[in-house]
């Protein structure tokens, strides 16, 4: 065979950087000795001499613009079209391949493409008794500029609010609430006027600047004050809310708190925008001075768009090794009011619309509003690999469904994307029911060896379908995620690994997900909502969950087999509502557990087709064991439990988190094939494929 085969393909090469010029040549790595050549400056100018190479000819190299270490701060998002595609095939003397064009860092530098502005002309002030800095900000208060976010030396700042942890509760809702109907006419009647107990509210300073939060269902309602009468005890806000004001599916009012108020700005890292005024207050860390104090506002609305279209997608252009941060995702009124499940309605700080085979790879997007990458529009073969998502306003990665023209109600799906080996962490800031990572009606989604973690409503959720009809979602993998810590009581009704809809060929193997906990209900380890369907739900490790390790809403044809489902705070495996043909099957399974009531199986089994079998029951405490409300001799008189047991699986150290089998297990001669945990997670360069 020819050693051409091997040799690897040629590449022309551009350069950008900080200190270039845009008049230079683009293809020096540094100034010359002079001053007469070197890197361009922009991006964009780079951009237009890759089109310019395009224009001589189909391309006969990859192509590489490289960029160098530094802050690249933009006056507009960066905008990609397929007249930056790369070529699709270059034949060659043995293969085909992509000539691929890729804007990567430079060796080991940090390239920093910033949406956002640095706020300089701090003054020392005193607010409410605390000494703080301050500074004016023209463009606020001629209203061309507003922003909810803010970071201070790459940390992020946070409003002054109310105690989160000691929520005040609506005493009495004012407006329509329906109490009949169907689930969703009873969820979705909102309202915009309540009653509030004495001393909660105030008529605060710039008080339709104030936003009331609500934490009910599985969402927040974050809309703005447009009164508050301390006399009456009756506050009204400039929308209706979106689903109604109670606390869950309960008659009594939503539990809230209140934010970015100005009387309440006293705490270090804590600061409030005055916008009548165009002041910016800050109270300043232990450590940080004014003088150096970096204050980064965000400007954009996205950061980097591919943006292909029907006609003409977008292809085989990267992204690697780059660093995205800043931006302020900008929602109308009705976008706030119509405040949706999963925040689906945010969109991405940099997104892919109508792509084909293109890739971000060892990147990181931090420091953003809304969801940091978003893949919609239908497109295709599209990687996000070895990336870092952390500290989001919002959530990590959506790939949606979107319409594709003003004709179309709804397009496909994305298809054949893969998300592997990323970190994805510290979401839901603002926009709290935003998730690490969003599949909406979409196939081939593959979502695996991820780190996901610190999302306060879910960390994974696949499928966008409710209820038996078509969903248009098909094999769909999420496999060897580690997803940790998610919830933190603050939401209800959620999953580490959630999924809605009939999705045929859809896996969900091999992960880790511990430490979920939800405000009242719904706090599972992996929750089949309503309709999923023909999921394999296999070889999982599930522990710690505030309500229990797995639930089925209601579905068809699930088979949960051979996963460790383990220490669920009230039960260890749910059904809630029976739907029409419900059925699954929960074979070989470990159910450990060491809650108070000794529940293992509970939820409502009277009309359910399900084959139970061959599982391990053990309740560390010895106590007597409860499956529906009877015994398991009782269980399985019912025949919905055969040639299962109660024992000891004998785990290495589960209180640690270590859920090896000992060799003498029972649960390896039940059948239970042990799980190599080793596999979960992010994997070193050299596995990745």
Same mark, same amino acid.
């Given at each position: 065979?020819?050693?051409?085969?091997?040799?690897?393909?040629?590449?022309?090469?551009?350069?950008?950087?900080?200190?270039?010029?845009?008049?230079?040549?683009?293809?020096?790595?540094?100034?010359?000795?002079?001053?007469?050549?070197?890197?361009?400056?922009?991006?964009?100018?780079?951009?237009?001499?890759?089109?310019?190479?395009?224009?001589?000819?189909?391309?006969?190299?990859?192509?590489?613009?490289?960029?160098?270490?530094?802050?690249?701060?933009?006056?507009?998002?960066?905008?990609?079209? /397929?007249?930056? /595609?790369?070529?699709?095939?270059?034949?060659?003397?043995?293969?085909?391949?992509?000539?691929?064009?890729?804007?990567?860092?430079?060796?080991?530098?940090?390239?920093?493409?910033?949406?956002? *502005?640095?706020?300089?002309?701090?003054?020392?002030?005193?607010?409410?008794?605390?000494?703080?800095?301050?500074?004016?900000?023209?463009?606020?208060?001629?209203?061309?500029?507003?922003?909810?976010?803010?970071?201070?030396?790459?940390?992020?700042?946070?409003?002054?609010?109310?105690?989160?942890?000691?929520?005040?509760?609506?005493?009495?809702?004012?407006?329509? $609430?329906?109490?009949?109907?169907?689930?969703?006419?009873?969820?979705?009647? %909102?309202?915009?006027?309540?009653?509030?107990?004495? %001393?909660?509210?105030?008529?605060?300073?710039?008080?339709?600047?104030?936003?009331?939060?609500?934490?009910?269902?599985?969402?927040?309602?974050?809309?703005?004050?447009?009164?508050?009468?301390?006399?009456?005890?009756?506050?009204?806000?400039?929308?209706?809310? *979106?689903?109604?004001?109670?606390?869950?599916?309960?008659?009594?009012?939503?539990?809230?708190?209140?934010?970015?108020?100005?009387?309440?700005?006293?705490?270090?890292?804590?600061?409030?925008?005055?916008?009548?005024?165009?002041?910016?207050?800050?109270?300043?860390?232990?450590?940080?001075?004014?003088?150096?104090?970096?204050?980064?506002?965000?400007?954009?609305?996205?950061?980097?768009?591919?943006?292909?279209?029907?006609?003409?997608?977008?292809?085989?252009?990267?992204?690697?090794?780059?660093?995205?941060?800043?931006?302020?995702?900008?929602?109308?009124?009705?976008?706030?009011?119509?405040?949706?499940?999963?925040?689906?309605?945010?969109?991405?700080?940099?997104?892919?619309?109508?792509?084909?085979?293109?890739?971000?790879?060892?990147?990181?997007?931090?420091?953003?509003?809304? +969801?940091?990458?978003?893949?919609?529009?239908?497109?295709?073969?599209?990687?996000?690999?070895?990336?870092?998502?952390?500290?989001?306003?919002?959530?990590?990665?959506?790939?949606?469904?979107?319409?594709?023209?003003?004709?179309?109600?709804?397009?496909?799906?994305?298809?054949?994307?893969?998300?592997?080996?990323?970190?994805?962490?510290?979401?839901?800031?603002?926009?709290?029911?935003? $998730?690490?990572?969003?599949?909406?009606?979409?196939?081939?989604?593959?979502?695996?060896?991820?780190?996901?973690?610190?999302?306060?409503?879910?960390?994974?959720?696949?499928?966008?379908?409710?209820?038996?009809? =078509?969903?248009?979602?098909?094999?769909?993998?999420?496999? +060897?995620?580690?997803?940790?810590?998610?919830?933190?009581?603050?939401? /209800?009704?959620?999953?580490?690994?959630?999924?809605?809809?009939?999705?045929?060929?859809?896996?969900?193997? +091999?992960?880790?997900?511990?430490?979920?906990?939800?405000?009242?209900?719904?706090?599972?380890?992996?929750?089949?909502?309503?309709?999923?369907?023909?999921?394999?739900?296999?070889?999982?490790?599930?522990?710690?969950?505030?309500?229990?390790?797995?639930?089925?809403?209601?579905?068809?044809?699930?088979?949960?087999?051979?996963?460790?489902?383990?220490?669920?705070?009230?039960?260890?495996?749910?059904?809630?509502?029976?739907?029409?043909?419900?059925?699954?099957?929960?074979?070989?399974?470990?159910?450990?557990?060491?809650?108070?009531?000794? $529940?293992?199986?509970?939820?409502?089994?009277?009309?359910?087709?399900?084959?139970?079998? *061959?599982?391990?029951?053990?309740?560390?405490? =010895?106590?007597?064991?409860?499956?529906?409300?009877?015994?398991?001799?009782?269980?399985?008189?019912?025949?919905?439990?055969?040639?299962?047991?109660?024992?000891?699986?004998?785990?290495?150290?589960?209180?640690?988190?270590?859920? *090896?089998?000992?060799?003498?297990?029972?649960?390896?001669?039940?059948?239970?094939?042990?799980?190599?945990?080793?596999? $979960?997670?992010?994997?070193?360069?050299?596995?990745?494929?």
């Amino acid at each position: 065979m020819s050693n051409a085969f091997y040799q690897p393909l040629p590449v022309t090469e551009f350069y950008v950087s900080p200190a270039g010029n845009d008049r230079w040549s683009g293809k020096k790595p540094s100034a010359r000795k002079g001053r007469t050549d070197g890197p361009f400056k922009t991006i964009e100018r780079a951009q237009k001499a890759v089109r310019a190479l395009k224009k001589k000819g189909r391309l006969s190299t990859a192509v590489k613009v490289w960029l160098r270490g530094g802050l690249y701060e933009l006056n507009k998002p960066l905008v990609f079209t /397929s007249a930056d /595609s790369g070529t699709s095939r270059l034949k060659t003397e043995r293969l085909q391949l992509p000539m691929t064009i890729t804007y990567a860092a430079y060796q080991d530098e940090q390239p920093v493409i910033s949406g956002g *502005r640095r706020i300089t002309g701090w003054k020392p002030a005193r607010v409410n008794g605390c000494d703080a800095w301050v500074c004016t900000i023209p463009p606020v208060r001629q209203g061309k500029w507003n922003f909810t976010q803010l970071w201070v030396n790459g940390q992020r700042a946070t409003r002054p609010c109310t105690d989160k942890k000691r929520l005040f509760q609506i005493t009495q809702l004012l407006g329509k $609430v329906c109490w009949e109907g169907t689930v969703w006419q009873m969820y979705d009647t %909102g309202q915009d006027t309540f009653q509030f107990k004495q %001393g909660d509210l105030q008529d605060w300073h710039n008080v339709q600047d104030v936003d009331f939060v609500a934490l009910h269902f599985w969402i927040e309602s974050r809309i703005p004050f447009a009164a508050i009468n301390v006399k009456t005890h009756t506050a009204r806000l400039q929308h209706k809310s *979106r689903m109604r004001l109670t606390n869950d599916s309960g008659s009594e009012g939503a539990f809230y708190y209140v934010d970015n108020v100005f009387e309440l700005l006293r705490e270090p890292g804590q600061w409030y925008l005055d916008r009548p005024a165009g002041k910016l207050y800050y109270i300043p860390r232990a450590g940080e001075t004014i003088e150096t104090a970096e204050v980064v506002a965000p400007v954009l609305p996205r950061l980097a768009v591919f943006q292909g279209s029907e006609d003409a997608p977008i292809r085989h252009l990267n992204l690697q090794g780059l660093t995205f941060s800043h931006n302020q995702w900008v929602c109308g009124p009705e976008a706030l009011t119509a405040t949706r499940q999963a925040a689906c309605h945010l969109g991405g700080a940099v997104a892919f619309f109508q792509a084909e085979h293109c890739a971000m790879q060892q990147c990181t997007v931090e420091h953003v509003d809304g +969801y940091a990458i978003e893949i919609n529009q239908n497109s295709f073969d599209v990687d996000i690999l070895s990336s870092r998502v952390t500290d989001l306003a919002g959530g990590g990665i959506k790939i949606w469904h979107a319409a594709s023209g003003h004709d179309r109600q709804m397009a496909d799906g994305c298809q054949d994307i893969t998300v592997a080996d990323c970190q994805i962490s510290d979401g839901g800031h603002y926009h709290h029911q935003a $998730v690490g990572v969003l599949v909406g009606k979409c196939s081939g989604t593959q979502v695996i060896h991820n780190d996901i973690h610190h999302f306060n409503y879910t960390g994974i959720s696949i499928g966008w379908q409710w209820g038996y009809e =078509k969903g248009d979602s098909y094999g769909n993998v999420i496999e +060897y995620n580690h997803v940790h810590h998610i919830g933190h009581g603050v939401l /209800s009704d959620l999953g580490g690994i959630y999924a809605l809809g009939v999705q045929p060929g859809t896996r969900i193997r +091999y992960n880790i997900v511990h430490d979920v906990t939800s405000r009242t209900y719904g706090g599972s380890g992996i929750y089949t909502d309503e309709g999923s369907s023909n999921i394999l739900i296999e070889g999982n490790l599930v522990y710690r969950t505030g309500t229990q390790p797995f639930t089925q809403h209601y579905g068809q044809s699930n088979m949960i087999r051979n996963n460790i489902f383990a220490f669920g705070g009230k039960t260890q495996v749910n059904r809630s509502v029976p739907g029409p043909g419900d059925d699954f099957t929960l074979t070989k399974n470990i159910i450990y557990f060491d809650n108070d009531s000794g $529940v293992a199986i509970d939820g409502n089994w009277s009309k359910i087709r399900a084959v139970i079998n *061959r599982n391990l029951y053990f309740h560390r405490r =010895k106590k007597p064991l409860v499956f529906d409300g009877g015994s398991l001799k009782q269980w399985q008189a019912r025949g919905l439990d055969r040639d299962s047991t109660v024992a000891d699986p004998l785990f290495v150290n589960p209180d640690k988190g270590d859920f *090896r089998l000992k060799p003498n297990s029972p649960a390896i001669k039940m059948g239970f094939q042990p799980i190599d945990f080793s596999l $979960v997670g992010p994997r070193p360069s050299p596995k990745r494929k």
